[in-house]
């Protein structure tokens, strides 16, 4: 279910900027030549530009937060320049030039310059991948500009299985191995102990109401903790021919805290957790009435 490749971080910005190379490394394959920094891309370079800055922006974000160690937090940043230097379809590399006020001294590797307790001119290139409409930082590739990231061919491909219930006509699909109990279609007379009533009647008494594929259903959702892993059950539940029709799904979370904050378990997990909830909702489209 987790997909890894080969990431040269170089010498980047120390210890701050180790935590998220590995924020969404998934779904598309590719293949591209190597092109030299000064190859920057025209074509829509203004726009890729724009997201490359949100991108950058977002995740530095993360460092002004009092949950970071203090080696790695910031007081403040600022993102001085963007520049598109590759792109596929799927795929962009940008050079982001940036300036950061640290805490303390782990910020200082890498290049650019003190000054008046910030560190200025500071620059990186960085991969951005494209799923499902959206750009997510895939990897950092460091100070040097090299044939990674988007020249690197990526497999994430992964089987999905179809269940389905005839009696009432319902199916689905869900990613093998990926759900941590086998998901259920479950048909009943009553919801829990509630005798059958028009599904206006049911509907209106959900707590919480999602619409899937112009259907509507009641969810319930409950959690448990175990050890280091958070256990969700979700209850999708509808009315379909005079039945009750529930979808149970649950999934298994990693608590990323347990891991040491600079480590790589630790970037693995946040990239575990995105991917996760992509596969989530990609089950979730497959919600189907015959």
């Given at each position: 279910?987790?997909?890894?490749?080969?990431?040269?971080?170089?010498?980047?910005?120390?210890?701050?900027?180790?935590?998220?190379?590995?924020?969404?490394?998934?779904?598309?394959?590719?293949?591209?030549?190597?092109?030299?920094?000064?190859?920057?891309?025209?074509?829509?370079?203004?726009?890729?530009?724009?997201?490359?800055?949100?991108?950058?922006?977002?995740?530095?974000?993360?460092?002004?937060?009092?949950?970071?160690?203090?080696?790695?937090?910031?007081?403040?940043?600022?993102?001085?320049?963007?520049?598109?230097?590759?792109?596929?379809?799927?795929?962009?590399?940008?050079?982001?030039?940036?300036?950061?006020?640290?805490?303390?001294?782990?910020?200082?590797?890498?290049?650019g310059e003190e000054k008046d307790g910030w560190w200025v001119g500071k620059s990186m290139y960085i991969d951005a991948i494209k799923i499902n409409n959206d750009y997510y930082i895939r990897e950092f590739i460091g100070t040097a500009y090299g044939p990674y990231g988007c020249d690197e061919p990526v497999n994430n491909t992964y089987e999905?299985?179809?269940?389905?219930?005839?009696?009432?006509?319902?199916?689905?699909?869900?990613?093998?191995?990926?759900?941590?109990?086998?998901?259920?279609?479950?048909?009943?007379?009553?919801?829990?102990?509630?005798?059958?009533?028009?599904?206006?009647?049911?509907l209106n008494n959900c707590t919480e109401k999602v619409k899937i594929n112009n259907v509507n259903y009641c969810l319930i959702t409950t959690e448990e903790t175990g050890t280091g892993s958070i256990y969700t059950t979700y209850m999708y539940s509808t009315v379909k021919n005079q039945k009750y029709v529930t979808i149970k799904l649950i999934t298994r979370e990693t608590v990323c805290d347990i891991y040491d904050f600079s480590r790589e378990a630790y970037q693995d997990c946040y990239y575990g957790k995105v991917l996760n909830s992509l596969k989530f909702n990609e089950t979730l489209a497959t919600f189907k009435f015959n």
């Open positions: 279910m987790k997909q890894k490749g080969n990431i040269l971080m170089g010498v980047i910005i120390g210890i701050g900027l180790s935590l998220m190379v590995y924020l969404i490394y998934m779904g598309v394959s590719y293949n591209a030549t190597t092109v030299k920094p000064e190859e920057t891309i025209e074509e829509n370079e203004k726009d890729l530009s724009i997201v490359a800055k949100d991108l950058f922006d977002n995740f530095l974000k993360l460092y002004l937060s009092d949950n970071m160690p203090l080696h790695s937090r910031l007081k403040n940043y600022t993102i001085d320049d963007t520049s598109i230097h590759y792109k596929t379809d799927n795929c962009f590399t940008f050079r982001v030039v940036f300036s950061v006020e640290p805490y303390t001294t782990g910020w200082t590797a890498g290049n999905m299985i179809e269940k389905e219930n005839k009696e009432v006509g319902f199916k689905f699909k869900y990613p093998d191995k990926f759900f941590d109990l086998e998901p259920e279609i479950i048909v009943s007379n009553n919801y829990f102990g509630s005798p059958i009533t028009t599904v206006e009647s049911f």
